[in-house]
């Protein structure tokens, strides 16, 4: 009997211990991810993967919505997000978050906010016309820095961009005055590689999967990508440190919450999005949008918001006071 009565008892322990309480279930409605961007942007495009994969894979058993929030490069989706307090309502972010405040277009900025994850990276890509005297970086810096240079450099769609952030770090590295350069603003990418193709442009940095289709069609040369290492799909492309240049450049997006989330909603989520990361779902959908596999929980992604708020005031001349 005293058997029987320990073994009851030690089952209620490990279902009590094992089962999250009411108040670490913030599931119980439905979760809706903002996309602070217009559908069929980069931004729409990550919260509608992550929505596809927690609802195909059943890792949440509630509904996944996303809204789109349009305007002011982001604002109006992050204003949205930090006037709410319910741990379900969340969105997705990327530099703008950072690089908008510090251009005097935002008075928000990352600590407005619950970091929960960083989520990818896309590499930056340094393009030059397909026939142009310029093969690799070594050479581009080389002529970069001749006092008697008058490169035109393109870049999409307004400077202070990841774009045009990574040509300045790379400049920074190199020894180059970018101050005397000559920047073209374009409002899109496509505008960009058709002025390098037509040589209105003589080189420009930006996104890998913007100009990917362009470069494998032999209309433009890719000089170098800013990631740690060779791409699998692109081994032919040196990175910036093969050039002697000691530079990675992310241009990332990750996931945030309203301001004041509990730590039981920041572990929902940590669990919600490790489980995420880990299909081969996402990591297909990763690989059909040239995007690399990025993940930090909520502690990384604050570590790794700070770096990035510092490493772009840095580059824009900025103080960071925040």
Same mark, same amino acid.
């Given at each position: 009997m005293i058997k029987k009565l320990m073994i009851v008892f030690i089952s209620v322990l490990l279902v009590s211990c094992s089962s999250p309480s009411k108040k670490d279930r913030i599931d119980m409605g439905e979760i809706e991810i903002v996309a602070a961007g217009a559908k069929g942007g980069g931004a729409d495009a990550t919260v509608r993967a992550i929505q596809q994969v927690l609802t195909e894979k059943k890792i949440v058993k509630v509904p996944v919505s996303v809204s789109n929030k349009i305007g002011g490069q982001g604002e109006e989706g992050w204003k949205y997000i930090k006037q709410r307090k319910e741990g379900n309502i969340v969105s %997705?972010?990327?530099?703008?978050?950072?690089?908008?405040?510090?251009?005097?277009?935002?008075?928000?900025? !990352?600590?407005?906010?619950?970091?929960?994850?960083?989520?990818?990276?896309? *590499?930056? +890509?340094?393009? +030059?016309?397909?026939? /142009?005297?310029? !093969?690799?970086?070594?050479? @581009?810096?080389?002529?970069?820095?001749?006092?008697?240079?008058?490169?035109?450099?393109?870049?999409?769609? #307004?400077? %202070?961009?990841?774009?045009?952030?990574?040509?300045m770090q790379l400049n920074k590295k190199a020894g180059v005055d970018s101050s005397k350069l000559e920047f073209f603003v374009y409002n899109s990418s496509h505008? +960009?590689? $058709?002025?390098?193709?037509?040589?209105?442009?003589?080189?420009?940095?930006?996104?890998?999967?913007?100009?990917?289709?362009?470069?494998?069609? %032999?209309?433009?040369?890719?000089?170098?990508?800013?990631s740690p290492s060779r791409?699998?799909?692109?081994?032919?492309?040196?990175? *910036?440190?093969?050039?002697?240049? $000691? +530079?990675?450049?992310?241009? *990332? #997006?990750g996931l945030m919450g309203p301001p004041n989330m509990t730590k039981e909603q920041v572990a929902y989520w940590n669990k919600t999005v490790y489980e995420m990361v880990h299909t081969k779902e996402w990591e297909q959908l990763?690989? $059909?949008?040239?995007?690399?596999?990025? !993940?930090?929980?909520? /502690?990384?992604?604050?570590?790794? @918001?700070?770096?990035?708020?510092?490493? !772009?005031?840095?580059?824009m001349g900025g103080t960071n006071d925040e």
């Open positions: %997705g972010n990327s530099s703008l978050l950072i690089t908008n405040n510090l251009l005097g277009q935002s008075q928000l900025t !990352y600590k407005d906010f619950t970091p929960l994850a960083i989520l990818t990276s896309e *590499w930056e +890509v340094i393009v +030059v016309p397909a026939n /142009s005297p310029i !093969y690799n970086l070594k050479q @581009l810096i080389r002529t970069l820095n001749q006092s008697e240079s008058s490169m035109k450099v393109g870049i999409s769609p #307004r400077l %202070g961009n990841d774009d045009h952030l990574s040509f505008k +960009v590689i $058709d002025a390098l193709v037509h040589h209105q442009l003589d080189v420009a940095p930006m996104s890998l999967s913007e100009v990917k289709k362009q470069y494998e069609q %032999g209309q433009v040369r890719i000089l170098a990508v800013s791409l699998e799909e692109l081994k032919e492309i040196p990175t *910036w440190k093969e050039a002697g240049i $000691d +530079v990675t450049f992310s241009h *990332w #997006r990763l690989k $059909d949008n040239d995007l690399t596999s990025f !993940y930090k929980n909520s /502690s990384g992604a604050k570590v790794f @918001l700070e770096q990035q708020s510092k490493l !772009y005031s840095d580059l």
